[in-house]
Nanobody, 114 residues
Framework: QVQLAESGGGLVQPGGSLRLSCAAS????????MGWYRQAPGKERELVAA???????NYADSVKGRFTISRDNAKNTVYLQMNSLKAEDTAVYYC????????WGQGTQVTVSS
């Protein structure tokens, strides 16, 4: 079994920053691509950013220049640095990891509000 543990969500004012972390643990042979998705109320889950084991990245247009995804392969951990946050970034953020199958985390709430 593989577990994904997310942390770092919370309440922040517009223009502020947050850093999300997601650590994979358990019976892991290899963690390939990792990513962050988000789901706002009444909307479908959408890709925010993804990163391959070789550190190639992909971002949603809405977060380019504001968010940065990174990972530590030795720790099987992926990070999402979120700067210049906007109210429309408010959502539950989920990480996922390709570990022979797609594993999802339970999600962490990010609320951007004054």
């Amino acid at each position: 079994q593989v577990q994904l543990a997310e942390s770092g969500g919370g309440l922040v004012q517009p223009g502020g920053s947050l850093r999300l972390s997601c650590a994979a643990s358990g019976s892991i042979l290899s963690v390939n691509a990792m990513g962050w998705y988000r789901q706002a109320p009444g909307k479908e889950r959408e890709l925010v950013a993804a990163i391959t084991r070789g550190l190639r990245t992909n971002y949603a247009d809405s977060v380019k220049g504001r968010f940065t995804i990174s990972r530590d392969n030795a720790k099987n951990t992926v990070y999402l640095q979120m700067n210049s946050l906007k109210a429309e970034d408010t959502a539950v953020y989920y990480c996922n990891a390709e570990v022979g199958y797609i594993k999802w985390g339970q999600g962490t709430q990010v609320t951007v509000s004054s």
